[in-house]
């Protein structure tokens, strides 16, 4: 993943509020791209499932809505960046969340020779609400669906394998709310650090246009870096 005139792999930093459409523009550009999709969501719930003692002490964190310090998830995506299918870059969403998280990332890439390139998705908090607050997971294969706009044939079964359909933990609504206070709070001053950090940052809405469209204006800031 290499911007035009530019050798050097890429890592695309995708931030925003949670909602915002981070996750769903990563795996569409993870396709288009054929690079890996690193979602610290992903990789802290693949924790909770395993049993282990940071996977419980991750899921009390995440289920009151409160953030996963900085040492554990900045430990996962040093371990995963280092991976041979990295090589050419890779996408990060929900991550770095706080500016320490994003020294340490920062000094990460340039040790491995990567390029960074931050777009930031802003969309209004009612909207996001509403779109978290109708989100489902499968909870055999976690496929996720959306009520409105990605909804499953039958709302309670997954298309895939039937599974039952579950709200997550982390999706309701006071949980939700407590995760943009968290978001305000911690993460919102990378705006101004990513902004004079000399490194392309742009900033898209993701509010009103198609997630194709959203799509299409990223991949456009790409071939330009």
Known sequence: MEAAGDTAPKALILFGPPGSGKGTQAKML????????????????????????????????????????????????????????????????????????????????????????????????????????????????????????NPPADPERCDLDGGMLVVRDDDREEVIRERLEAYDRQTRPLLEYFAASGHPFHEVDGSQESPRAILDRISGLLAVG
Do not use: W
């Open 30 to 149: 993870k396709e288009s791209l054929r690079v890996p999709h690193i979602s610290t969501g992903d990789m802290l719930r693949s924790r909770i499932n395993s049993g282990d003692e940071l996977g419980r002490q991750v899921s009390g964190l995440m289920q009151s809505g409160r953030l996963v310090p900085d040492e554990a998830v900045n430990q996962l995506v040093r371990d995963k960046i280092s991976e041979p299918d990295c090589a050419r870059g890779f996408i990060l969403d929900g991550y770095p969340r706080t500016i320490p998280q994003a020294a340490v990332l920062e000094r990460e890439l340039a040790a491995h020779g990567f390029g960074q390139l931050v777009v930031h998705l802003k969309v209004d908090y009612t909207i996001i609400i509403a779109r978290i607050a109708g989100r489902r997971q499968c909870s055999v294969c976690g496929a996720l669906y959306s009520l409105t706009s």
